[in-house]
């Protein structure tokens, strides 16, 4: 249970998201930047794409940057496994 007092404050700081429905849950807001660990994300932009005058260009229309094809194969699989490229012949795995 959450004191009357600390829900006020929740509002004032605009911290309580309000569902539309009357049957949803008030959720309090917190903000990545007041975290004490960094929040995985499911967003890479750390990456960079690839330029139309890199050196790692292939001319394959679908072709992906190596640094993302290497971060999915690192994070599904163990060093010594075999690894299924089922786009072979793109030149990037």
């Known amino acids: 249970m959450i ?3 600390k829900m006020e ?17 008030l959720r309090r807001m917190s903000f990545a930047d007041e ?4 929040p995985i994300q ?5 990456i960079q794409q690839i330029g139309s005058h890199s050196g790692e260009r292939t001319g394959n229309p679908t072709q992906k940057p ?9 994070a599904s699989s163990n060093d010594g496994d075999m690894v299924l490229d089922p786009f072979c012949d793109c030149a990037t795995t």
Request: proline fraction near 3%; hydrophobic fraction near 40%.
């Open 9 to 25: 404050q929740w509002d004032r700081e605009r911290r309580i998201h309000f569902p539309k429905s009357k049957s949803g849950r």
């Open 3 to 5: 004191a009357k007092e």
């Open 42 to 46: 499911n967003i890479w932009d750390d």
């Open 35 to 38: 975290l004490r660990w960094m």
């Open 66 to 74: 190596l640094a993302v094809l290497e971060r999915i194969i690192q």
